[in-house]
């Protein structure tokens, strides 16, 4: 494996669904960790991610090692969003208008460390300037401190994500369904936002 082999690349829109199965597969393998453990199919990823390819103004970016997809990330205008992200923001009086939301960064642990991360936010708020939008944010699962399935060594990602700007937002609250691993039916999880206004 060498950096030098890695190519990213970015899609809008349709052009989005040309890479579908591989944005999926990222995002199944990665979710299943800590603190998703998210027990993916397919019949949810294409209902998903259907809102970014119908989007003109959505970003997808895919990380290549030759011929392998090693890591994704995506961004939609949050005005352009399923309806559980707006609301928390339409809820608080906020101007969704001017917001741009991050959906997933995920990348194959061998990756990780070597600043493809922040790669990602770098192209994301890339995007919402180029769509003349001053907000960024995205939103993180809350799980129990005491979960069964914690990890021991578990490091939370908030001070990468303060060391980029964003400040957690415990007034910007909604909830996500998904299955997670052992389960057979979909569960509602807290998702807490964070914001960053660009510069």
């Known amino acids: 494996m060498n950096d030098q082999t890695l190519r990213i690349e970015s899609l809008r829109g349709q052009d989005i669904a040309r890479h579908l199965d591989a944005l999926a597969a990222m995002r199944c393998s990665v979710f299943r960790e800590w603190p998703y453990l998210y027990a993916g199919s397919a019949a949810y990823e294409a209902d998903y991610l259907k809102v970014y390819v119908d989007c003109p103004r959505a970003l997808c970016v895919l990380v290549w090692d030759g011929p392998h997809c090693v890591g994704a990330s995506t961004a939609i205008p949050l005005s352009e969003a399923p309806r559980d992200m707006q609301q928390p923001f339409i809820d608080a009086g906020m101007a969704i208008a001017q917001i741009d939301y991050f959906g997933e960064s995920v990348l194959l642990p061998a990756y990780r460390g070597r600043g493809l991360g922040v790669r990602f936010f770098e192209l994301r708020e890339a995007h919402a300037r180029e769509l003349g939008l001053t907000e960024c944010a995205f939103c993180a699962v809350e799980r129990p401190p ?54």
């Open 146 to 199: 005491a979960h069964p399935l914690k990890p021991a060594n578990h490091v939370p990602n908030d001070a990468f994500w303060q060391r980029r700007g964003y400040q957690r937002q415990a007034r910007l609250r909604t909830s996500l369904s998904w299955p997670d691993i052992g389960e057979s039916a979909s569960s509602a999880k807290p998702m807490t936002f964070w914001m960053r206004t660009l510069a």
